[in-house]
């Protein structure tokens, strides 16, 4: 299977609660649209310093992450971030990694949002089973 990646909408949080309160315009929310590489291997949602200093996201705390080639580095989390992809949406935080380096969809968000790999297709799409709404799995017994 080769990369995958998906267009996914980015809205700084902040400015969505700043509009819901009439202290900014809809046309002031700073958004985005990126491609992010889908990647099971990672948990969260990591986004490059360009694409922070875009949608003006605040750094919340430090945290180390073990890229890929097995370094150890500390990144900046910043958020909070709304994120959109085709009838799905979720709220997350994201690592910062250093310069332009490609943005990753983690494995949380893609729970969260109900989306699933499509192998022979090669794109992440919306689960055939919930199509209209994710739907989440509890363990709970009522």
């Given amino acids: 299977m080769g990369l995958i990646y998906a267009d996914i909408e980015l809205i700084n949080s902040e400015d969505i609660a700043l509009a819901r309160r009439n202290y900014i315009g809809e046309e002031e929310i700073k958004r985005m649209h990126i491609s992010a590489l889908v990647d099971t291997g990672s948990y969260m949602l990591a986004i490059n310093e360009n694409i922070q200093q875009q949608l003006q996201l605040p750094?919340?705390?430090?945290?180390?992450?073990?890229?890929?080639?097995?370094?150890?580095?500390?990144?900046d989390?910043?958020?909070?971030?709304?994120?959109?992809?085709?009838?799905?949406?979720?709220?997350?935080?994201?690592m910062v990694l250093?310069?332009?380096?490609?943005?990753?969809?983690?494995?949380?968000?893609?729970?969260?949002?109900?989306?699933?790999?499509?192998?022979?297709?090669?794109?992440?799409?919306?689960?055939?089973?919930?199509?209209?709404?994710?739907?989440?799995?509890?363990?709970?017994?009522?």
């Avoid at 750094?59 to 990144?75: D, M, P, S």
């Avoid at 499509?118 to 992440?124: A, D």
């Fill in 98 to 142: 250093p310069g332009d380096s490609e943005p990753l969809l983690g494995a949380i968000l893609m729970e969260d949002m109900d989306v699933l790999i499509h192998p022979l297709r090669q794109e992440l799409i919306v689960n055939p089973e919930h199509p209209y709404f994710a739907q989440m799995k509890m363990k709970v017994a009522i």
């Fill in 77 to 94: 989390v910043v958020g909070p971030i709304d994120l959109k992809f085709k009838n799905r949406s979720t709220s997350c935080r994201a």
């Fill in 59 to 75: 750094v919340i705390e430090k945290r180390t992450a073990q890229l890929a080639n097995g370094h150890v580095v500390e990144c």
